[in-house]
């Protein structure tokens, strides 16, 4: 890279976690680093964490201090955007309402900017990942949780409040289990890596299913199955695990659904802790969501696996600093 290149720190703050990374305007990743975030304390313990991320990545490159533009710092949401403000995420109990891009701008001296996760997220893939070229792309993230981002045309779209594109809590039953946000059968109470848990161990607890790796990797205990433990059995061919997935593909389908009908994208980006294990079913769900799709071209939309991995909150974080202005 040439030295006076500008570059970006990413910072992407979670529950037990603040990571963050320098990053040049081309989306590469030049170090990163980790540190706990102390979620569960005051507002000001909770920015101590942010500040020492910061701290140990600027340590990590001293020389390069000097070339940083702006810093991009991504939360899990609700937050706003347009004011900088991180409301009331589930994990980040620490801050309700907290002006987070005020306080680092304060201690900093550099242009900040905040986002929800899975908006900056999209913004990288769409600037310089596995969306790059389409005019308008749908990013998901599957893991613990299911977000969602829209860009259209190199932008993040927020909406009027900031609040736009909470795909995860897109209701497909309204009969379904009670998500974490409140309202009944959202895809993120349907499909993410608990709810594809919770499914295993309550067909385990029914017995009469032939399920002997999955119950082999949980110790033989069916309350320690988890999403990582199912992934695992159905790359084994476990036939429990297989139709297990089989469910959270054809669920994914019908949410996709509606998603096509409603933003109809140039792309799809799938990402997340899950995104690997989904993409094994990416045959299906095309299949699957012609079915639940009035679009008649919806199989001409790609369905593919999202560039950045684990990084990309700190890649996400980064685009936000150089991005075109958001609608």
């Known amino acids: 890279m040439k030295s006076n290149e500008p570059l970006y720190l990413g910072v992407d703050v979670g529950g037990t976690k603040v990571a963050a990374g320098l990053v040049t305007s081309r989306g590469e990743i030049l170090s990163k680093v980790r540190v706990p975030m102390t979620s569960r304390e005051d507002a000001a313990a909770g920015l101590r964490s942010v500040e020492e991320a910061i701290d140990a990545a600027l340590s990590a490159e001293p020389a390069r201090k000097t070339s940083i533009a702006g810093i991009g710092i991504v939360s899990p949401g609700p937050v706003d955007p347009l004011r900088g403000i991180v409301v009331n ?67 993040i779209y927020h909406g009027r409040t900031g609040a736009a594109a909470e795909g995860g809590h897109v209701s497909i039953d309204y009969r379904g289990p009670l998500c974490p946000c409140g309202k009944r059968g959202c895809i993120e109470a349907l499909a993410a890596g608990p709810a594809l848990a919770h499914r295993a161990r309550e067909r385990l607890a029914a017995r009469g299913v032939e399920a002997r790796t999955l119950l082999a990797l949980a110790g033989g205990d069916p309350d320690a199955v988890t999403a990582e433990i199912v992934a695992k059995a159905w790359h084994s061919g476990d036939p429990l695990a297989t139709a297990l997935l089989e469910e959270t593909a054809d669920l994914l389908a019908i949410w996709l659904g509606n998603m096509i009908d409603l933003f109809d994208p140039d792309v799809i980006v799938v990402g997340g802790g899950m995104g690997e294990l989904i993409a094994g079913w990416f045959g299906r769900m095309h299949q699957q969501t012609a079915k639940w799709c009035v679009n008649s071209r919806c199989g001409e939309i790609p369905l593919v696996r999202a560039h950045y991995g684990e990084d990309s909150g700190v890649a996400g974080g980064a685009a936000l600093c150089i991005s075109p202005k958001t609608t």
């Open 89 to 155: 995420p589930g994990n980040l109990p620490c801050w309700r309402n907290f002006p987070l891009v005020d306080e680092v701008k304060r201690s900093r001296g550099l242009p900040t900017l905040l986002d929800n996760d899975a908006n900056a997220a999209a913004l990288a893939e769409a600037r310089w990942g596995a969306g790059t070229g389409y005019p308008s792309v749908f990013y998901v993230t599957i893991g613990t949780g299911i977000g969602t981002g829209l860009v259209l045309d190199g932008s």
